[in-house]
T-cell receptor, first 111, second 112 residues
Framework: QKEVEQNSGPLSVPEGAIASLNCTYS??????FFWYRQYSGKSPELIMF????GDKEDGRFTAQLNKASQYVSLLIRDSQPSDSATYLC???????????FGKGTSLLVTP | ETGVTQTPRHLVMGMTNKKSLKCEQH?????MYWYKQSAKKPLELMFV???????ENNSVPSRFSPECPNSSHLFLHLHTLQPEDSALYLC???????????FGPGTRLTVL
């Protein structure tokens, strides 16, 4: 079974700090990795994707991928209360296949 | 707003009712998906359609019946559901050649 594991949290960080969200996956054939943000009562919103080992930065967000360790992370710099949400890690084995989602990590940014 | 719309946004139905959920996108995407999201569980893939053809049925009970009349519309027909089917049902679409999926707002379903 292809699994995507995330710590459910809640992860609590003070405003302005760096939030670090982690995800591991079991399928070594996975090629595409995504981070979605989901506010309570809303649908998931894509915020980052990464395909290659290393870091990818987009504004305050940095995705990190280590395929050898089967590990992907999301860093949020200068965390804001509006970043409080559940962050879903999703993994796709090949282009065009459906995504496998983790249960999500709940992030709370306190003022 | 991702350009993927779903109706209705909320639905309450009895176990003997028949209802349908609708998903629509005019983004030119050729793949469409139904997901179920229950409390404390990961998103569960239900069905995948590529170019109107069903390419995946993730062991979904027959009381859920999908329909994809064209690349822009996707339906989920519901009949004789159980209370445990209460969940958020999400539709997503994906452009050809790109892995990212874009979600609609979801339908919150309650089965009494």
């Amino acid at each position: 079974q292809k699994e995507v594991e995330q710590n459910s949290g809640p992860l609590s960080v003070p405003e302005g700090a760096i939030a670090s969200l982690n995800c591991t996956y079991s399928d070594r054939g996975s090629q595409s990795f995504f981070w979605y943000r989901q506010y309570s009562g809303k649908s998931p919103e894509l915020i980052m994707f990464i395909y290659s080992n290393g870091d990818k930065e987009d504004g305050r967000f940095t995705a990190q991928l280590n395929k050898a360790s089967q590990y992907v992370s999301l860093l949020i710099r200068d965390s804001q209360p509006s970043d409080s949400a559940t962050y879903l890690c999703a993994v796709s084995p090949n282009s065009g296949y459906a995504l496998n989602f983790g249960k999500g990590t709940s992030l709370l940014v306190t003022p | 707003e991702t350009g993927v719309t779903q109706t209705p946004r909320h639905l309450v139905m009895g176990m003997t009712n028949k209802k349908s959920l609708k998903c629509e996108q005019h983004l030119g995407h050729n793949a469409m998906y139904w997901y179920k999201q229950s409390a404390k569980k990961p998103l569960e893939l239900m069905f995948v359609y590529n170019f109107k053809e069903q390419t995946e049925n993730n062991s979904v009970p027959s009381r859920f019946s999908p329909e994809c009349p064209n690349s822009s519309h996707l339906f989920l027909h519901l009949h004789t559901l159980q209370p445990e089917d209460s969940a958020l049902y999400l539709c997503a679409s994906r452009p050809t050649g790109i892995d990212e999926q874009f979600f609609g707002p979801g339908t919150r379903l309650t089965v009494l």
